[in-house]
């Protein structure tokens, strides 16, 4: 059975930080790309920042660039996402979803952990 379980959530002032985790089961890790996503109250699903399997590779949303970090531990099986600087418009549930990486057809999500950044 498959698993992505986020944490690392919570409310947080302008400016802080908080680091996110989410624990993998159930697939062999290293073969999926990682993604963090989020979803604000009446937006859509955004793309924040991905990783590729080998852990090479990221990519980040330009709203997030210099201020959020993707990894992953390859080991243990969890990907992160540090988030300095934290603004109110980053306020949203974040999730955790794998992609293998030779099929997009094959892809995985986490039920997400609320971020809320306001003073």
């Known amino acids: 059975q498959v698993q992505l379980v986020e944490s690392g959530g919570g409310l947080v002032q302008p400016g802080g930080s908080l680091r996110l985790s989410c624990a993998t089961s159930g697939i062999t890790f290293r073969r999926y790309i990682m993604t963090w996503y989020r979803q604000a109250p009446g937006k859509e699903r955004e793309s924040v920042a991905s990783?590729?399997?080998?852990?090479?590779?990221?990519n980040y949303a330009d709203s997030v660039k210099g201020r959020f970090t993707i990894s992953r531990d390859i080991d243990r099986n969890i990907l992160y996402l540090q988030m300095n600087g934290l603004k109110p418009e980053d306020t949203a549930r974040y999730y955790c979803?794998?992609?293998?990486?030779?099929?997009?057809?094959?892809?995985?999500w986490g039920q997400g952990t609320q971020v809320t950044v306001s003073s």
């Open positions: 990783i590729s399997s080998s852990g090479v590779n990221t």
């Open positions: 979803n794998a992609r293998y990486y030779t099929n997009d057809a094959l892809t995985f």
